[in-house]
């Protein structure tokens, strides 16, 4: 029988002791903040029905969803004619009615509407789930990560968009982490779209070219608007404003730039007056990191109406690490009009890439103060193992070597599993109803009576 090499998925990773440790501290991070913030933790489903996933996300996003066989003889209502075809597209039904959650966002809005009876409005809540995408694997893209979003549903209030600028700057203060989070306002690409003559059909591929523009850089972007149709003019009406974008970052100075070319745009000029109710009131808030309206972040999700926001490192280059936006019309899609919502998600893996990059990963989540019991045999148990029990009533993080094995080897393991304390029960230490403890990062070693032990090492760690 032939050996299989064991892999994984490109685009997926496992994860050590130590990693998961680490992904925990930017977890438990974001819970704490969270839930200062008053939000509430929710799960959902890792598959999805397609009807709830498919056309929520664009033809793109349509096209990144995993989708999930059905069980059973799921070819045998597949139409004879459609066997002679190779387009995936005409089997899908007939192949899939389940797919992977592509995002949190969807999820949320068909939980909101299938407990709308249940929930009290305004809804804050957290979720922090993986998801997945067919994307193609590279640098900071992942086909599995985790997620870590917050919502806020049912108030058209702006004071919500204010609250997650200010929790992010929080979140990423407290991951000492220098960021930069950008916004702009859907309703003002809408102006500019008409500014520049597109029609409402275009709209949604002018969005999606403009949001690659951080990928494929202005030239590339401008070259696909021309490929298009579009003329010079409008083309260097374009160049103009991104340019004016790259190098205006002073508020007051880029609001008066946009009502000139808004003027003549309802919807333009309803976008700019809720980035300036923002922008004016975070002006009161002491940000640690920096905030910057940008014209041209345009995120891709057709879901958003209003305020989007992005926020990326300033000192790694890896794309966002935290996005989101104001939706209207989501819970919509599912028969609930009229609740509006919007939320930010975190990008944990990016996060975890960039502090693991930067050395900003604390000392203490991997060098914990964990207690080792040698093992010298059954005999010594009796006494042995109601020590690791008061230990663990003390709440500390104690355990007892499984095998009788040389004492070298039982050190090793101590150090390479990073025990800072040994405890060691030999005849001698039986005999006068006491223990050895060595603390192994300083090579300290004493002898405690076996009813001090609990007092000595909780004075240790004063």
């Given at each position: 029988?032939?050996?299989?090499?064991?892999?994984?998925?490109?685009?997926?990773?496992?994860?050590?002791?130590?990693?998961?440790?680490?992904?925990?501290?930017?977890?438990?991070?974001?819970?704490?903040?969270?839930?200062?913030?008053?939000?509430?933790?929710?799960?959902?489903?890792?598959?999805?029905n397609l009807s709830t996933l498919l056309g929520k996300y664009g033809d793109e996003g349509d096209r990144l969803i995993y989708k999930i066989?059905?069980?059973?003889?799921?070819?045998?209502?597949?139409?004879?004619?459609l066997w002679k075809t190779k387009d995936i597209n005409s089997w899908i039904e007939y192949l899939s009615d389940k797919g992977l959650r592509y995002d949190l966002t969807v999820p949320l809005a068909r939980y909101v509407v299938m407990h709308r009876n249940e929930i009290n409005f305004p809804f804050k809540r957290y979720q922090i789930?993986?998801?997945w995408r067919a994307d193609r694997p590279q640098k900071g893209r992942y086909r599995e990560f985790y997620q870590c979003d917050i919502d806020i549903i049912g108030t058209?209030?702006?004071?919500?968009?204010?609250?997650?600028?200010?929790?992010?700057?929080?979140?990423?203060?407290?991951?000492?982490?220098?960021?930069?989070?950008?916004?702009?306002?859907?309703?003002?690409?809408?102006?500019?779209?008409?500014?520049?003559?597109?029609?409402?059909?275009?709209?949604?591929p002018f969005t999606i070219t403009l949001d690659k523009l951080?990928?494929?850089?202005?030239?590339?972007?401008?070259?696909?608007?021309?490929?298009?149709?579009?003329?010079?003019?409008?083309?260097?009406?374009?160049?103009?404003?991104?340019?004016?974008?790259?190098?205006?970052?002073?508020?007051?100075?880029?609001?008066?730039?946009?009502?000139?070319?808004?003027?003549?745009?309802?919807?333009?000029?309803a976008g700019l007056d809720e980035i300036s109710f923002i922008m004016r009131n975070l002006d009161f808030i002491n940000l640690n990191n920096n905030l910057i309206f940008d014209i041209t972040l345009a995120r891709g999700l057709n879901y958003y109406t209003g305020t989007i926001f992005e926020i990326i490192s300033n000192e790694m280059s890896i794309g966002s690490i935290c996005g989101g936006g104001r939706y209207d019309d989501l819970t919509a899609l599912f028969g609930l009009q009229g609740l509006?919502?919007?939320?930010?998600?975190?990008g944990a893996e990016r996060i975890y890439d960039i502090l693991e990059k930067l050395n900003r990963f604390p000392d203490f989540i991997t060098r914990e103060d964990k207690i080792l019991i040698v093992n010298?045999?059954?005999?010594?148990?009796?006494?042995?193992?109601?020590?690791?029990?008061?230990?663990?009533?003390?709440?500390?993080?104690?355990?007892?070597?499984?095998?009788?094995?040389?004492?070298?080897?039982?050190?090793n393991y101590a150090?390479?599993?990073?025990?800072?304390?040994?405890?060691?029960?030999?005849?001698?230490?039986?005999?006068?109803?006491?223990?050895?403890?060595?603390d192994m990062y300083s090579g300290e070693q004493v002898k405690i009576s076996k009813n001090n032990i609990i007092s000595y090492l909780k004075n240790k760690e004063l």
């Open positions: 029988m032939s050996i299989i090499k064991p892999s994984i998925p490109s685009g997926t990773r496992d994860f050590g002791p130590d990693q998961v440790k680490k992904r925990n501290y930017i977890i438990d991070i974001l819970k704490k903040i969270f839930e200062l913030h008053n939000f509430l933790p929710i799960e959902t489903p890792a598959m999805e066989l059905n069980s059973g003889d799921f070819l045998n209502n597949l139409p004879d004619h789930q993986p998801v058209d209030s702006l004071l919500a968009e204010i609250e997650l600028v200010t929790l992010a700057d929080e979140v990423f203060t407290q991951l000492n982490l220098s960021t930069t989070t950008k916004i702009n306002n859907r309703k003002i690409l809408q102006g500019i779209a008409q500014w520049l003559c597109v029609d409402a059909e275009g709209f949604i951080d990928k494929i850089g202005l030239e590339d972007v401008l070259s696909s608007f021309k490929e298009a149709g579009w003329s010079d003019n409008n083309i260097t009406k374009l160049k103009n404003l991104i340019n004016f974008s790259s190098t205006n970052k002073d508020w007051s100075e880029v609001e008066i730039y946009l009502n000139k070319i808004l003027g003549d745009s309802e919807v333009g000029l509006s919502g919007v939320g930010i998600s975190f010298f045999g059954e005999n010594y148990l009796k006494y042995s193992l109601p020590i690791l029990l008061d230990l663990h009533k003390a709440g500390f993080i104690a355990d007892i070597y499984p095998d009788e094995v040389k004492l070298k080897k039982q050190f150090n390479e599993l990073k025990f800072k304390y040994v405890i060691i029960i030999g005849e001698d230490e039986i005999a006068n109803d006491e223990v050895s403890i060595k």
